[in-house]
């Protein structure tokens, strides 16, 4: 399993997260974005690709790279549902697994909000990412990681 990181949204205490945990367990990371992202100085298995400026550049990279197995970090709904389609695993960056079940009904009201704020409709923004959803995540990524580490001991 390799982790590929839909780096522009991502917040970076959440990267932070994914780079102490590439760090620690030794999988391959990949951030992907259309702006230049820091990454830890000593990390050999850290890499990062920069995709030109434009709609969905990242994600259209990030499904074309990877792999059945891989883990998608996203909090972009159609991302995280092309990969579960190609057979990756896609978590939020707020802790939330998501599955070929929940990510259609995310798909839905997605797309409605979409509808919404094309007619003018303000929507809001998400709330800031608060403590408990940053110990969800990096839960979440433990669980998968162990399990990665468990089926390479098989």
Known sequence: MEIWVDADA???VIRETLFRAAERTGVTMTLVANKPVRLPAVAQNVHFV?????FDAADKRIVELMAA???VITA???LAAAAIEKGGV????RGELYTS???RERLSVRNFLDELRGSGVNTGGPPALSQRERQ???NQLDR?????????DA
């Open 101 to 103: 079940e929940n990510v």
């Open 69 to 71: 197995g891989d883990l």
């Open 50 to 54: 920069q995709v030109p400026a434009g």
């Open 144 to 152: 998968l990681l162990a399990r990665r580490a468990k089926a390479g």
């Open 90 to 93: 896609a978590l939020n960056p």
């Open 136 to 138: 969800m995540f990096a």
């Open 10 to 12: 991502c917040p970076v």
């Open 76 to 78: 972009d709904v159609p």
